[in-house]
């Protein structure tokens, strides 16, 4: 197979990695996934050509391989925990730490943009995640069977401004309201924990709003929820999930609408 069809998967944790692995194979990909957290690597295991382990910040052990198994695409997906990253900063190596200290923050457009120039200097092309998880994208739709009230209404327009300033700065992409109140935004913690801050505050139902930024790099951290997420809303007082359609990764559609139904959580695409 031509140099042209193989692609480097660079994978931390979550379904997404696997569900990325079978589109790219379906597409005639030969894959090689560098796993950087050991979830990642039993996971796609059995779903790509090769498989190997690497710490998020052995850049130049993973170049290195790119280079020696001449593959030229390379596709970013799953999450890595930044703070697991800055816990362990002696894990970074020598060219991780000169490309992270050219950086005015590490906040994560700046490091995504260090890597792209990184990668772009040694010939290798970074693919939108979009290429391959297209089919996860969802229309506007109320989807559960609970309906948002007119208040609730209000919250999300409220909410899906503000989340939409507040990802603008590179700061999360997820809000929590109640009764046109920000309770929580998300920022290095994660969207499940943002959650559970401002149902604590509400000690109640709230709407929780995710959106992507206004001038998203579909090559990063494109916003996706799944069960996780609606568990997380669900168990902390419930109310309602709303996020940006067609913006979105929804990671199984009608297993996503049954948990929400069961919960009675309010899942809309806005």
Aim: glycine share 6%; with cysteine; proline share 3%.
């Amino acid at each position: 197979m031509s140099q042209n069809n193989k692609l480097a998967i660079v994978a931390g944790n979550g379904e997404l990695p696997p569900l990325l692995a079978k589109s790219a194979r379906k597409q005639g990909f030969t894959t090689c996934a560098l796993a950087v957290t050991d979830e990642a690597k039993s996971r796609l295991e059995d779903l790509c050509d090769k498989t190997y382990k690497f710490s998020p910040g052995q850049l130049s052990k993973m170049l290195e391989l790119i280079k020696s198994e001449m593959i030229h695409q390379v596709v970013f997906i799953g999450k890595v925990p930044k703070l697991d990253l800055l816990k362990n900063i002696y894990k970074l190596d020598w060219l991780a730490i000169k490309t992270l200290s050219k950086l005015l923050n590490l906040n994560d457009d700046s490091i995504h943009n260090s890597i792209v120039n990184l990668l772009k200097k040694h010939n290798v092309e970074i693919l939108p995640q979009t290429k391959f998880l297209k089919h996860l994208f969802l229309e506007k739709e109320i989807l559960s069977k609970r309906k948002p009230t007119i208040e609730e209404r209000v919250d999300i327009e409220y909410g899906f401004e503000l989340a939409k300033k507040i990802a603008s700065l590179d700061i999360g992409q997820t809000v929590v309201v109640k009764n046109k109140m920000i309770l929580a935004i998300e920022a290095i913690e994660g969207t499940d924990e943002a959650i559970k801050r401002g149902c604590k505050l509400a000690k109640g139902e709230v709407v929780v709003i995710k959106v992507s930024k206004p001038a998203q790099d579909e090559r990063f951290d494109i916003p996706a929820i799944g069960e996780k997420t609606i568990q997380a809303l669900a168990n902390n007082g419930g109310g309602i999930l709303a996020f940006e359609a067609n913006k979105t990764i929804v990671t199984d559609r009608e297993q996503l609408i049954n948990l929400a139904d069961k919960l009675n959580i309010c899942l809309v695409a806005i």
